[in-house]
């Protein structure tokens, strides 16, 4: 049974910072991509930043230079530093894990919420 648990969120103030941690077990985990999603109220699900299993990330447009998404394939976790937030930011973020090999295994986080006041 593969879970993917997430930690971090919270209330911070503009301009602060938060670091999310999102652990998965019961997989191997090193060989999928893992993305961070938000989803505010009354909007869509977003991708905020994703990072492969070669190392390689992707940020939406409107984290790039503010977040950074990282992983520790040795902890079977995956972070997102989070600074300057802004009170756009607020959300509950998700944590979701991809791997496509002949069938596509993909799994959901059950989110934290990150509230940024203003």
């Known amino acids: 049974q593969v879970q993917l648990v997430e930690s971090g969120g919270g209330l911070v103030q503009a301009g602060g910072s938060l670091r999310l941690s999102c652990a998965a077990y019961?997989?191997?985990?090193?060989?999928?991509?893992m993305v961070w999603y938000r989803q505010a109220p009354g909007n869509q699900r977003e991708l905020v930043a994703e990072?492969?299993?070669?190392?390689?990330?992707n940020y939406a447009d409107s984290v790039k230079g503010r977040f950074t998404v990282s992983r520790d394939n040795a902890k079977n976790t995956v972070d997102l530093q989070m600074n300057s937030l802004k009170p756009e930011d607020t959300a509950v973020y998700y944590c979701?894990?991809?791997?496509?090999?002949?069938?596509?295994?993909?799994?959901w986080g059950q989110g934290t919420q990150v509230t940024v006041s203003s």
């Open positions: 019961g997989t191997t985990f090193s060989l999928f991509k």
């Open positions: 990072v492969r299993s070669g190392g390689a990330t």
């Open positions: 979701y894990a991809r791997l496509t090999i002949g069938s596509t295994y993909a799994y």
